[in-house]
């Protein structure tokens, strides 16, 4: 996958927490260091996220998404 971000940061997952409409998946960077993505819960299905999987922060602007 190519993008034209520049910040990706490698992570595995360590939560995922769907809502009505929003999941709010949380990231380990590193031991102690993490980071939170608010994605659709279709987004989360159709890349079949799941705790412990490895996958990458793509920060561009205010915005965080993730790649698998």
Request: avoid cysteine; glycine fraction near 12%; hydrophobic fraction near 40%.
């Given at each position: 996958m190519k993008l034209s971000a520049r910040?990706?940061?490698?992570?595995?997952?360590?939560?995922?927490?769907?809502?009505a409409t929003t999941a709010h998946v949380k990231?380990?960077?590193?031991?102690?260091l993490t980071v939170f993505?608010?994605?659709?819960?279709?987004?989360?299905?159709?890349l079949a996220l799941?705790?412990?999987?490895?996958v990458s922060a793509v920060i561009k602007s205010s915005d965080v998404m993730i790649g698998k």
């Open positions: 910040n990706v940061l490698p992570g595995r997952i360590i939560s995922v927490e769907k809502g990231l380990e960077l590193a031991p102690g993505s608010a994605i659709t819960n279709e987004a989360v299905e159709e799941a705790v412990g999987d490895s």
